[in-house]
């Protein structure tokens, strides 16, 4: 699959129970093989710890496997997430930073349990021996909904773990531009993930793209289903003008969310590139 001209299409935005999806990588390797696409990258959030079970499960399935992270982070004072393509996960830079990350995601998840647990019935032990050190606010929605307090994440997301409820906490970030500096540092490629997605309240403006495609970005995630057609155009301009290259990618949860793996993709073509740039092929 290292031809610039190989065939096929990749997902290159899945999470594992490694983070916050519902299936482990070999289901995702499975189901990728199921859906005919050639491969996809497992971009858990702010974790490397999958990668070895993905690459072994790509294998067994005949399908490829690109490494990658989806690393936490902000822009100005937007959210901002980063896809990371094929960083050297030994690089002690980056590495710190994801261990701050998810440090910082279960102090953040044990905070909001806490205040939680005045109103509603949560097992913190119980969620933090599912999760692991990529507890997060996916993992609480999961025991407000074993709990019969909401029907599925997304209404607890809407209602419970709203930013404006009163359970919320935000969460730690990294500086996007520095975040880009780390993974290009690291030999990676870093891609801005559905920066036209509901939840931004407003689409990155030209500016904020020019930072950082000066920073180093690499590529922009606009083939996403959360991403709102009416703010793609001006994105689309604003990638061709800084050189950015395309990507799409279904943001595959399993269960949590209900974007279905492949539904948008890349072409194999696009991940042949990312192997030709990176420092170290992986």
């Not at 065939?7 to 935005?13: A, I, K, Q």
């Not at 490494?67 to 004072?77: D, K, N, V, Y």
């Not at 799409?248 to 042949?272: F, Q």
Request: aromatic residues 6%; without cysteine.
């Amino acid at each position: 699959m290292h031809d610039t001209e190989a065939p096929g299409r990749f997902d290159l935005h899945t999470h594992s129970v490694f983070s916050d999806g519902t299936t482990t990588p070999d289901d995702i390797a499975r189901e990728t093989a199921d859906a005919g696409l050639v491969g996809f990258a497992l971009t858990d959030h702010d974790t490397t710890a999958g990668w070895d079970d993905a690459r072994d499960a790509a294998a067994a399935h005949g399908v490829d496997f690109l490494p990658g992270i989806e690393l936490t982070t902000h822009s100005g004072r937007r959210s901002a997430h980063l896809l990371a393509y094929g960083p050297d996960p030994a690089d002690l830079a980056l590495g710190a930073e994801l261990a701050l990350l998810r440090d910082s995601r279960v102090h953040r998840a044990r905070a909001m349990a806490d205040r939680l647990s005045a109103d509603f019935t949560i097992d913190w032990d119980a969620v933090f021996a599912i999760a692991g050190r990529s507890v997060g606010r996916p993992h609480l929605a999961d025991a407000l909904v074993a709990g019969g307090y909401a029907v599925d994440r997304s209404a607890a997301f809407a209602s419970i773990l709203s930013p404006s409820g009163p359970y919320y906490l935000p969460i730690y970030a990294l500086d996007t531009v520095e975040a880009i500096r780390l993974v290009r540092a690291a030999g990676g490629l870093p891609v801005l993930a559905h920066p036209a997605a509901e939840r931004q309240r407003s689409a990155f403006g030209e500016a904020e793209i020019a930072d950082l495609a000066g920073a180093g970005l690499w590529g922009i995630e606009l083939d996403h289903p959360e991403n709102l057609p009416e703010w793609l155009p001006a994105l689309r301009a604003s990638a061709a003008r800084h050189g950015l290259v395309v990507t799409g990618a279904s943001d595959y949860h399993g269960a949590g969310k209900p974007n279905r793996l492949g539904e948008r993709s890349s072409d194999a073509s696009i991940v042949a590139r990312i192997r030709a740039e990176v420092a170290t092929p992986r």
